[in-house]
């Protein structure tokens, strides 16, 4: 079979806080599917980075007294560390600060701007005489018009209404709290509005490949009516705009964030030697495009994307699959940092394996609704599923040999019919792995393994080792068979026990193919995949976490 060129983008988390769990459960298909096209042989390129300017971080170097590079950089690198515990291997995970990326980002806005997408319009905006300067909407406090409450210039911080910043009552500029007044002010704008008939084919076309949320909030983004979006922000801290007279502007994030995709897929490209304009052509028949992130990012992915793209003009092709996921509760309640109760991707980690978190994550996670996390359901998914189903069978089998034969397995004939089940499953498994639907992936896995446990109940070996050590050694070999094909099922989501499982029988590196398993074998350093884990003594350990305390 043909190799095939697949280009995974995972959203860019914002460098301002900690990633909390609703991150970890929205970028966790990128990584998965990266794992198992690459187990396919396919050519992959999956990147993400950190989006690292804007408003919120500028904000809060202000308040912090530091400068926003400072902010910027500390969670950039807590991001990698993240991620590098997570298990996830991303081909690049830069930042917006990379030079490779501003230099990219500012070409194509030069190339956009050439191609007549992006125009000059002046406005009025909100300025301070005192500070001399423009605000954006983040620097403004003033009242709410419908509650009375406190609120920015964006956002009431009492009812938590978005709102237009000419809605806001009795402005005032946040840093010095001077009453701001309205100047023309010079901008540069999108022309979003040119591409409705692109994005309306774009959403008819990928109807079965885009999760339904992204579908039903793509199209109601253009029901609502597009309207043209600024290109250019009033800071200091981001990407400088390349036309004369900008001096004190920068690229809006909500571009130059989203071109990050093909900035560093670019540069990963050029590291390889591949052509990236090529490989991301509307013309490359073997191109699969995935993007992966959160609900709240599904319009920027389907509408500003590739609008974006399509004003590049450079024959990209526009997004095949958007992996969008809903949003993640804890306890039946939205998180947010004034609750308290945002949970971070580190703090769970201080509690559990990865493996724990991929497997819970993939088969509980916001597919297609907001899902429940809970401290006690990630406890009894990991002792039902990893220790009961997944660890049982792989240990019983492998501790009886070691036991009675010093781990020397003899070569059997393996049963047919699990055979062509092992084949069937690779098939089922991987088609919903190609479609994002990580959910329906694992539970077809572990039904194999389920299976794999009433193969070895049926068969009772333990009774067939002093009776007929004939039918012990191939019920014995068709058993290391199918574990050895559950490694490679498993590794995408479950990658640490996949490569304890290969080392134990000394298989090949993990590939998306069967197994064929040949011979004796002799198992070495026989250990228990997962220890099974004691709720109350994990909470008695744990008490300093917001998790924990919420829980009890």
Not at 396 to 422: A, C, Q, V
Request: charged content about 25%.
């Amino acid at each position: 079979m043909e190799k095939r060129d697949i280009f995974i983008g995972g959203a860019w988390p914002y460098a301002n806080y900690y990633m909390h769990v609703g991150h970890l459960a929205a970028l966790l298909p990128g990584d998965v599917l990266a794992k198992y096209f690459r187990g396919k042989g396919d050519n992959v390129i999956y990147v993400s980075g950190s989006d690292c300017h804007g408003t919120p971080i500028t904000e809060r170097a202000k308040k912090e007294k530091i400068s926003p590079e400072e902010i910027a950089t500390h969670y950039h690198k807590a991001f990698l560390k993240t991620f590098t515990n997570l298990g996830f291997e991303y081909d690049e995970y830069s930042s917006t600060m990379s030079q490779y990326h501003k230099n990219y980002v500012k070409k194509q806005f030069e190339n956009i701007l050439k191609n007549g997408y992006i125009y000059e319009k002046e406005e009025f905006q909100d300025y301070c005489e005192k500070c001399n300067t423009f605000l954006s909407d983040r620097e403004i406090v003033g009242k709410c018009p419908h509650c009375g409450g406190k609120s920015t210039g964006d956002q009431c911080e009492v009812c938590g209404d978005s709102l237009d910043n000419n809605e806001v009552l009795d402005k005032k500029c946040k840093t010095c709290g001077t009453q701001t007044i309205m100047k023309k002010n010079k901008h540069l704008y999108f022309k979003l509005t040119e591409f409705k008939q692109v994005l309306q084919d774009l959403i008819n076309k990928n109807k079965n490949n885009w999760r339904k949320n992204a579908v039903g909030e793509a199209q109601k983004y253009i029901d609502m009516g597009l309207v043209d979006r600024a290109a250019t922000r009033q800071l200091n801290w981001g990407i400088k705009v390349p036309v004369e007279g900008y001096d004190d502007k920068r690229i809006y994030v909500w571009i130059e964030a989203v071109l990050g995709y093909l900035s560093i897929g670019k540069e990963v490209a050029e590291k390889r030697g591949i052509d990236f304009d090529k490989f991301m052509s509307k013309d490359n028949k073997n191109l699969k495009t995935y993007y992966v992130h959160g609900k709240d990012n599904i319009p920027f992915h389907t509408t500003i994307y590739p609008a974006l793209i399509s004003a590049m003009k450079n024959n990209y092709n526009l997004p095949d699959y958007i992996i969008s996921s809903a949003y993640v509760n804890l306890n039946n309640e939205k998180m947010s940092k004034s609750k308290g109760n945002l949970i971070t991707a580190n703090e769970l980690l201080e509690m559990f394996e990865s493996d724990t978190l991929r497997f819970y994550f993939s088969f509980k996670g916001p597919e297609t609704n907001d899902m429940n996390c809970s401290l006690s359901d990630i406890i009894q998914c990991h002792n039902k599923f990893l220790v009961g189903i997944l660890g049982n069978f792989v240990n019983r089998n492998l501790s009886f040999i070691e036991k009675k034969f010093n781990g020397h397995i003899n070569s059997g004939k393996i049963d047919e019919k699990i055979e062509e089940l092992t084949k069937k499953s690779y098939n089922l498994i991987g088609n919903f792995f190609e479609r994002g639907e990580l959910r329906n992936a694992v539970t077809q896995i572990f039904e194999y393994i389920s299976l794999a446990n009433k193969y070895y109940d049926n068969r009772q070996p333990w009774i067939q080792v002093k009776e007929n050590m004939s039918d012990f050694n191939d019920t014995t070999y068709t058993c290391v068979y199918m574990i050895a094909n559950i490694s490679n099922m498993i590794s995408p989501i479950l990658p640490s026990a996949s490569k304890k499982i290969k080392q134990m029988l000394n298989l090949p590196e993990y590939k998306w193919e069967e197994i064929r398993i040949r011979g004796d074998f002799q198992t070495e350093n026989i250990r228990i995949l997962y220890d099974r884990i004691d709720e109350k003594r994990l909470l008695n350990n744990n008490e300093n976490i917001q998790l924990v305390k919420k829980i009890k």
